[in-house]
């Protein structure tokens, strides 16, 4: 049996983080969870996640020096971006980064969940 796919969630808000923590678990994905790009830059470096779910803005680090901290590494995770500001040319320049998805908050747990599973699909594709 193929182990579980890890994700890094990164969201400062812990209502949301604690959410999308359990709904990601209870679909079978191992998560750690980082409330600020700081610890999320941790995460990463220590999880090694398949794919990684992060707030756009955020105190002490937000997701855009996040995106910017994963072109530094070999081969990066697909980013799924969430935030709750319009799309705009935050989506742009995210998209330019490379996200593999931008969700808008509120966004329903199964649009999450569809988009986890095409991110780490697409991701799976790369390393192959």
């Known amino acids: 049996m193929a ?3 890890k994700i890094v969630l990164i969201e400062d808000d812990r209502e949301i983080r604690t959410t999308l923590t359990s709904v990601l678990a209870a679909a079978g994905y191992d998560v750690s ?3 600020n790009g700081i610890e999320g830059q941790k995460l990463i470096k220590s999880a090694e996640p398949d ?3 992060t707030d ?3 105190p002490q ?3 855009f020096p996040v995106l910017e901290f994963l072109k530094n590494l070999d081969n990066p995770p697909p980013v799924i971006m969430i935030t709750a500001n319009e799309g705009g ?3 742009a320049y995210a998209e330019m980064l490379g996200v593999a998805n931008y969700l808008r908050k509120p ?3 199964d649009v999450m969940l569809d988009a986890v599973e095409e991110a780490l ?3 799976k594709k790369k390393a192959d």
């Open 51 to 53: 794919l990684i779910i």
């Open 56 to 58: 756009m803005m955020m």
């Open 107 to 109: 966004f329903a747990m």
């Open 89 to 91: 040319r935050h989506k």
């Open 3 to 5: 182990s579980a796919a």
């Open 121 to 123: 699909k697409e991701g």
């Open 61 to 63: 680090l937000g997701g």
């Open 33 to 35: 969870a980082a409330q």
